[in-house]
């Protein structure tokens, strides 16, 4: 059976290998494989990740499709991958249900008299917009503002946007540290190299093992030419992370900027490990052969 890693899945969905890892360490997609810490997904995983996004684009917040997955775990175990089964309820209406066994349930497990005909199963139906999340003192608040932030930050002319929707995920919930990490990651898009450390530091003073902050602040770090420290912070990413292959890439340029050739050849091959195939994999191959 075709497995794709985190890479390849985030390229097919067209979405950030980060927001992945985030929404598997909060156990919201759960992959049908793991080779020791590596994370590997099915088809049918994509499909339920398809139908996430598919909820969030036609206004479903973040906030309930995490509390009704929770119930669905809770109320309906039998159901293997329940987010692949919710469903906007009715046009114009922000509830969610569940299809199983040719019924309709609530997340609680309560049946819903199906008077009417449902969503098709390989769509959502379009709902109103829910509008700005409401902001408040509390995780639910700062996860709604952290997917606005994440649905923004990928493009210049919204950037500051995305500051301000993952500013206030983090004054819901300081202790947020990838709403952190992300806002430094914006920052840094945009030049702002001295603020994005802020941000990476304080992300890293509430995880120290968060692989995003870390790598993220040695790519900082070593364009202000601290190539040292760059190289503490790179290590700490692959330490949290094994199989991130762009950690292991960054550990290779690295280790030959600081003349560490051995060091640079056993990252070089396990970058190959991980990315069997394209251009830096060929590099890769090379360096391991004039080294070996």
Known sequence: MTT?????????????????????????????????????????????????????ASGVSFGQIRASVEAIRDQLPELDRPLGALRVWLEGSRRVVVRHGGRLFEPSGQVVLDFTEPPAADGVAPIAPAGDPKHGADPDAALEWFECGLAVDAAPETYAQAIEFYQRAIEADPAFADAHCNLGAVYESQGRRTLARECFQRALALNPDHVEANFNMANVLEEDNRNEAALHHFKAAARADPFHSDVQLALALLCEKLGLRRKAVGHWRRYAQLEPAGAWSEIARQRIRDGG
């Not at 097919?12 to 929404?23: D, E, F, Q, S």
């Not at 909060?26 to 996430?52: M, Y």
């Open 4 to 56: 794709y890693n985190v890479r390849d899945a985030a390229r097919i969905l067209g979405v950030p290998a980060a927001r992945l890892r985030y929404w598997d360490r909060i156990a919201l997609v759960r992959p049908s494989h793991r080779v020791a810490a590596r994370r590997e997904f099915e088809f049918r995983d994509l499909v339920c990740i398809k139908r996430l996004l598919a909820l969030l």
